[in-house]
């Protein structure tokens, strides 16, 4: 399971290969979504096909990584900016500048230049991507 997602190839993850362990869970979750399962109701008396599908997973930031391949450190660490974001590296650690951005437009911290980094903030946050945009994305790879 190491793809390429929205542009990003995933690391190693520090040598684990959750994806060694997912594929057969991923195999027959396809399986069952595809072709279902032939089953039976006991309270019904009846047989029907089941089907299965993740609907979501709970996992800490470098499970997400592991899991979805979306890089979670470095330069493009943040799943929302994806390619819009602002990062520098300063005394061996990398910095993300413009989080005054999610605030509101008439917030007064956007203007209070010097109270951080010398400058103003007048871009607007990153756009919210819909489920068609994340769906080209993936069909994409």
């Not at 709970?58 to 900016?81: H, N, R, V, W």
């Not at 008439?106 to 871009?123: I, K, V």
Request: aromatic share 14%; charged share 25%.
């Amino acid at each position: 399971m190491n793809i390429d997602f929205f542009g990003y190839q995933q690391p190693s993850s520090l040598g684990k290969c959750l994806d060694v362990y997912m594929r057969p869970l991923t195999d027959e979750l396809q399986d069952l979504w595809e072709n279902g399962l032939p089953t039976f109701d006991k309270y019904g008396q009846t047989l029907f096909m089941m089907k299965a599908a993740v609907i979501w997973t709970i996992s800490d930031f470098l499970a997400y990584e592991m899991l979805s391949g979306q890089q979670t450190m470095g330069y493009k660490a943040c799943p929302i900016c994806l390619d819009d974001i602002n990062s520098s590296r300063h005394a061996d650690k990398i910095y993300f500048l413009r989080s005054r951005r999610w605030l509101d437009e008439d917030h007064e911290w956007r203007w209070d230049a010097e109270a951080f980094d010398g400058t103003e903030e007048h871009n607007l946050k990153p756009l919210r991507r819909s489920g068609e945009w994340i769906l080209e994305r993936l069909n994409q790879h």
